[in-house]
């Protein structure tokens, strides 16, 4: 019989959540295998206790203790498979740092998750909202993920067409109570085209021919400019974007875009992105702040906790942000990360 992980009660979260707002977990395991994790489930089933998994905590937010089980998942373990010519899968563990897999790529000289540098968070985290930066999304080159499927307590491979991605979306948020991902596989190529084509990234870059440019310098450039805009979780605590960029329909778009000339916004294959930085910015909200919450002051989609913020103090930020841009706009903002705890 394998050791039981260890389960351990009243855990305080803070410093497991990037924006650090204080709440505690009832029950709390960190799971270094998918065995550890069928083992946990099943005695949180057992107990008849919810559960939240957590990567690295960067994408959500407490807005109270978690009174189930929080599992925090620790399967680490890089390898590369199928390498065949200019190819190559580069398989992650779930709990494996990100950022750190995009410099491992990067420096083997490996192609595609690049401009994917410094997002916070775990590997098996970056499917759920399908994360993106500098005109990459993680679907582009995701072969496969190995998720332990809850219905049925068995591991399943679940092929890129299977993960339904869209922007910040996926499976894995549509049904969040199914799937909990152990690896993932990512399809990566020595000979791809770089993509420089966002407009930071062409700025940044000026007039440096491609040819001379190779996955690290690329890494680096995100870097660079990420640094520039966006705060430091260690640092500033945040979570990133805090709202998704809002679709309009075409009609939506010109009349808006006839009373905002200067509204922000990229045509989608259907529909129109807006830039909900620029809607928010318009608000007047960049650099707002009370004594413990406020808004980046140099973007305004990211919310940050300045001094002993709650998850509340953040969500009531958030909700009356959300009331001005559709007072102004009438444009709905859509949260980008998950509530979880607290009442109800
Ligand atoms: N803008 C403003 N005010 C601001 C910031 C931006 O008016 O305070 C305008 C600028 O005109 C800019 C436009 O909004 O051109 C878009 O800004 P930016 O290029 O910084 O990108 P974003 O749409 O705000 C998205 C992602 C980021 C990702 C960047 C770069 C979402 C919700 N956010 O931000 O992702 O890093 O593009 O690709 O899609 C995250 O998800 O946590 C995240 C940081």
Redesign the pocket.
């Known amino acids: 019989m394998s050791p039981q992980p260890e389960i351990r009660e009243n855990v305080e979260l803070e410093a497991l959540n990037t924006l650090h707002v204080p709440a505690r977990a009832r029950f709390y395991v960190e799971v270094r295998s998918a065995g550890e994790l069928a083992q946990s489930l099943g005695w949180a089933a057992t107990e008849g206790l919810n559960v939240l998994i957590l990567g690295g905590g960067s994408n959500l937010v407490f807005a109270g203790d978690f009174m189930g089980l929080v599992v925090r998942l620790a399967i680490r373990g890089r390898r590369w498979e199928h390498i065949d010519g200019h190819n190559a899968t580069l398989v992650l563990g779930a709990g494996e740092n990100w950022h750190e897999a995009v410099l491992y790529a990067a420096r083997a000289g490996y192609r595609g998750i690049e401009n994917l540098a410094l997002i916070p968070g775990t590997a098996g985290a970056a499917p759920v909202q399908n994360?993106?930066?500098?005109?990459v999304e993680l679907c582009d080159c995701l072969e496969s993920v190995t998720a332990l499927d809850r219905t049925t307590g068995e591991l399943v491979v679940l092929e890129n067409e299977q993960c339904r991605f869209a922007y910040?979306d996926s499976v894995f948020k549509q049904t969040p109570d199914r799937y909990v991902i152990t690896e993932i596989r990512l399809g990566l190529s020595r000979s791809r085209p770089l993509m420089l084509g966002?407009?930071?990234l062409q700025e940044y870059l000026g007039d440096t021919q491609e040819s001379s440019l190779d996955p690290l310098d690329v890494a680096e450039a995100v870097m660079a400019i990420?640094r520039r805009?966006?705060p430091d979780p260690d640092k500033v605590p945040n979570a990133?974007?805090f709202?998704?960029?809002p679709v309009v329909d075409g009609a939506t778009f010109e009349s808006l875009k006839a009373r905002f000339p200067d509204i922000?916004a990229y045509p989608q294959e259907q529909g129109v992105k807006l830039?909900?930085?620029?809607l928010i910015?318009q608000c007047g909200w960049?650099g707002f702040r009370n004594e413990r919450v406020g808004v980046h002051n140099?973007?305004?989609?990211v919310l940050i906790n300045h001094s002993c913020g709650s998850g509340s103090d953040i969500l009531t930020l958030a909700e009356r942000i959300r009331g001005s841009v559709t007072a102004r706009f009438g444009v709905s903002l859509e949260m980008?990360p998950g509530i979880v705890g607290g009442p109800g």
């Open positions: 994360i993106g930066a500098y005109g910040r966002y407009r930071d990420r805009k966006l990133g974007s709202f998704k960029n922000v830039a909900a930085a620029w910015d960049k140099r973007q305004a989609l980008e």
